[in-house]
Protein backbone atom coordinates (compact mmCIF):
# COMPACT_ATOMS: atom_id res chain seq x y z
CA UNK A 1 0.00 0.00 0.00
CA UNK A 2 1.12 3.17 -0.32
CA UNK A 3 0.00 7.07 0.34
CA UNK A 4 -1.02 8.94 -2.50
CA UNK A 5 -1.03 12.67 -3.19
CA UNK A 6 -3.92 14.51 -2.20
CA UNK A 7 -5.66 17.10 -5.05
CA UNK A 8 -6.33 20.44 -3.40
CA UNK A 9 -9.75 22.56 -4.13
CA UNK A 10 -8.58 24.48 -7.37
CA UNK A 11 -7.23 21.45 -9.09
CA UNK A 12 -10.30 21.10 -11.90
CA UNK A 13 -9.74 17.38 -11.22
CA UNK A 14 -11.72 17.72 -8.63
CA UNK A 15 -14.78 19.08 -10.88
CA UNK A 16 -14.60 16.11 -13.24
CA UNK A 17 -16.86 13.30 -13.42
CA UNK A 18 -15.95 9.92 -12.58
CA UNK A 19 -16.38 6.86 -14.90
CA UNK A 20 -18.15 3.91 -13.79
CA UNK A 21 -15.47 0.86 -12.51
CA UNK A 22 -16.00 -2.01 -15.32
CA UNK A 23 -13.55 -4.40 -14.46
CA UNK A 24 -12.22 -4.65 -10.72
CA UNK A 25 -8.77 -5.85 -11.89
CA UNK A 26 -5.40 -5.41 -9.34
CA UNK A 27 -5.08 -1.43 -10.20
CA UNK A 28 -8.62 -0.65 -8.47
CA UNK A 29 -7.74 -3.22 -5.83
CA UNK A 30 -4.32 -1.19 -5.46
CA UNK A 31 -6.44 1.99 -5.66
CA UNK A 32 -8.86 0.87 -2.58
CA UNK A 33 -5.88 0.32 -0.10
CA UNK A 34 -3.73 3.16 -1.57
CA UNK A 35 -7.13 5.12 -0.63
CA UNK A 36 -7.72 3.56 2.79
CA UNK A 37 -4.07 4.11 3.62
CA UNK A 38 -4.14 7.58 2.67
CA UNK A 39 -7.74 9.10 4.45
CA UNK A 40 -5.69 7.24 7.62
CA UNK A 41 -2.80 8.94 7.24
CA UNK A 42 -4.84 12.20 6.80
CA UNK A 43 -6.96 11.36 9.12
CA UNK A 44 -10.09 11.41 7.40
CA UNK A 45 -13.68 9.61 7.29
CA UNK A 46 -14.27 9.51 4.05
CA UNK A 47 -11.91 10.10 0.52
CA UNK A 48 -13.10 9.72 -3.21
CA UNK A 49 -10.79 8.26 -5.96
CA UNK A 50 -10.77 12.18 -7.63
CA UNK A 51 -9.86 13.20 -4.26
CA UNK A 52 -5.83 11.40 -5.26
CA UNK A 53 -6.37 12.47 -8.95
CA UNK A 54 -8.13 8.97 -10.70
CA UNK A 55 -11.21 9.74 -11.85
CA UNK A 56 -12.83 6.04 -11.28
CA UNK A 57 -16.23 5.56 -8.98
CA UNK A 58 -14.51 4.33 -6.14
CA UNK A 59 -14.36 5.69 -2.61
CA UNK A 60 -13.85 4.45 0.86
CA UNK A 61 -15.20 5.68 4.74
CA UNK A 62 -15.02 4.90 7.92
CA UNK A 63 -16.65 6.86 10.20
CA UNK A 64 -15.98 4.51 13.26
CA UNK A 65 -17.39 1.49 12.27
CA UNK A 66 -14.92 0.29 10.17
CA UNK A 67 -13.84 0.67 6.47
CA UNK A 68 -15.96 0.48 3.55
CA UNK A 69 -14.71 0.20 0.12
CA UNK A 70 -17.51 1.23 -2.27
CA UNK A 71 -17.53 0.50 -6.08
CA UNK A 72 -19.58 2.37 -8.32
CA UNK A 73 -22.09 3.91 -5.31
CA UNK A 74 -25.22 5.66 -6.03
CA UNK A 75 -28.06 6.68 -4.19
CA UNK A 76 -31.29 4.74 -4.26
CA UNK A 77 -33.02 6.03 -1.30
CA UNK A 78 -33.06 8.94 1.11
CA UNK A 79 -35.17 10.35 3.96
CA UNK A 80 -34.87 13.13 5.96
CA UNK A 81 -33.19 16.01 6.27
CA UNK A 82 -29.95 16.76 8.44
CA UNK A 83 -28.41 20.01 8.89
CA UNK A 84 -24.55 19.63 10.35
CA UNK A 85 -20.71 20.70 9.88
CA UNK A 86 -18.54 19.39 7.02
CA UNK A 87 -15.14 19.49 5.91
CA UNK A 88 -12.88 18.01 3.69
CA UNK A 89 -9.23 16.86 3.21
CA UNK A 90 -9.71 18.53 -0.23
CA UNK A 91 -10.78 21.53 1.22
CA UNK A 92 -7.81 22.68 4.32
CA UNK A 93 -8.88 24.66 6.63
CA UNK A 94 -12.84 25.47 5.80
CA UNK A 95 -16.04 23.89 7.76
CA UNK A 96 -19.47 24.88 6.90
CA UNK A 97 -22.84 23.27 7.79
CA UNK A 98 -24.69 21.21 5.00
CA UNK A 99 -27.72 19.83 4.45
CA UNK A 100 -28.09 16.72 3.97
CA UNK A 101 -30.30 13.60 4.28
CA UNK A 102 -30.64 12.33 7.86
CA UNK A 103 -30.91 8.61 6.04
CA UNK A 104 -30.02 7.11 2.82
CA UNK A 105 -29.40 3.90 1.09
CA UNK A 106 -26.89 3.31 -1.39
CA UNK A 107 -26.19 0.45 -3.71
CA UNK A 108 -22.67 -0.88 -4.69
CA UNK A 109 -19.98 -3.21 -6.06
CA UNK A 110 -17.79 -4.97 -3.59
CA UNK A 111 -14.52 -5.48 -4.48
CA UNK A 112 -15.46 -8.96 -5.45
CA UNK A 113 -18.20 -7.61 -7.60
CA UNK A 114 -20.97 -8.39 -5.76
CA UNK A 115 -24.08 -6.20 -5.98
CA UNK A 116 -24.79 -5.14 -2.36
CA UNK A 117 -26.86 -2.19 -0.36
CA UNK A 118 -25.99 0.15 2.59
CA UNK A 119 -28.10 2.03 4.71
CA UNK A 120 -26.16 4.95 6.48
CA UNK A 121 -28.14 7.38 9.53
CA UNK A 122 -26.18 10.60 10.82
CA UNK A 123 -22.81 10.66 9.54
CA UNK A 124 -22.16 7.38 7.67
CA UNK A 125 -25.41 9.28 5.61
CA UNK A 126 -23.48 12.45 5.59
CA UNK A 127 -19.95 10.80 4.52
CA UNK A 128 -21.86 8.67 1.22
CA UNK A 129 -23.67 11.86 0.19
CA UNK A 130 -20.33 13.71 0.89
CA UNK A 131 -17.88 11.12 -1.01
CA UNK A 132 -20.52 10.15 -3.61
CA UNK A 133 -21.08 14.19 -4.48
CA UNK A 134 -17.03 14.05 -5.38
CA UNK A 135 -17.93 11.80 -7.93
CA UNK A 136 -19.99 14.16 -9.75
CA UNK A 137 -17.41 16.88 -9.48
CA UNK A 138 -19.44 18.40 -6.31
CA UNK A 139 -17.65 19.83 -3.53
CA UNK A 140 -19.36 20.87 0.26
CA UNK A 141 -18.22 24.19 -0.29
CA UNK A 142 -20.56 24.48 -3.45
CA UNK A 143 -23.97 23.56 -0.68
CA UNK A 144 -22.38 25.20 2.42
CA UNK A 145 -25.27 27.12 4.15
CA UNK A 146 -22.55 28.90 6.97
CA UNK A 147 -19.36 28.60 6.92
CA UNK A 148 -18.16 28.07 10.28
CA UNK A 149 -14.36 27.93 12.25
CA UNK A 150 -12.70 25.03 11.04
NI1 LIG B 1 -14.35 15.52 0.52
Same mark, same amino acid.
Given at each position: M? %? /??? /? @? !? =??? $??RKKSREV?? %? +?? /???? #?? =??? !????YENEGVGLAAPQVGILRKVVVIDVGEGILKLINPEIIEKEGESLDIE *?????? =??? *?? !? #???? /??? !?? @??? $?? *? =???? $?? *???? #???????? $? +?HLNGILFIDKVVEEVED
Open positions: A %I /RQL /R @Y !V =NDP $ILTK %I +DD /RIKT #LL =NDM !VETM *GCLSVP =NRA *GK !V #LRPE /RVK !VK @YLD $ID *G =NEKT $IE *GTGL #LARALCHE $I +D
